[in-house]
């Protein structure tokens, strides 16, 4: 971990939801995190988009609100993207968790916000 204090925001931006969670991330930003992805699946876009690439380290806390976000929005027929580009603890993370094929993962922001 580099020590980089956890920030979450959320932003709209062209009628879609982003949340930017920068940082390094992990039990103590998660409730945030959950928080803002939460009020995100409520407005009603076709998709929340995740931006990650001011992530530094994510843990498996973070993991498991990103896939209870990705649980909800199934469920609210709205679609959960994840924006890097991500570094290379967030990106491992998901790779050696095998999840990385439970979310559509884009490399930039302006990818996520048009897939």
Do not use: K, Y
């Not at 843990?59 to 498991?64: A, K, N, P, Y």
């Not at 199934?74 to 959960?80: F, R």
């Amino acid at each position: 971990m580099t020590g980089d204090s956890p920030v979450v925001t959320v932003a709209g931006r062209e009628g879609i939801p982003v949340v930017h969670l920068h940082g390094d991330l992990d039990d103590e930003s998660a409730p945030a995190a959950a928080r803002a992805l939460g009020e995100a699946v409520t407005s009603g876009a076709d998709r929340t988009v995740v931006d990650l690439s001011g992530t530094s380290f994510a843990d498996s806390s973070i993991l498991h609100v990103l896939l209870e976000a990705q649980r909800n929005h199934a469920a609210a027929g709205s679609a959960l993207v994840l924006a890097g580009p991500f570094q290379p603890a967030v990106r491992r993370l998901f790779e050696v968790t095998g999840s990385v094929l439970a979310f559509r993962m884009t490399d930039s922001l302006e990818t996520a916000m048009t897939c």
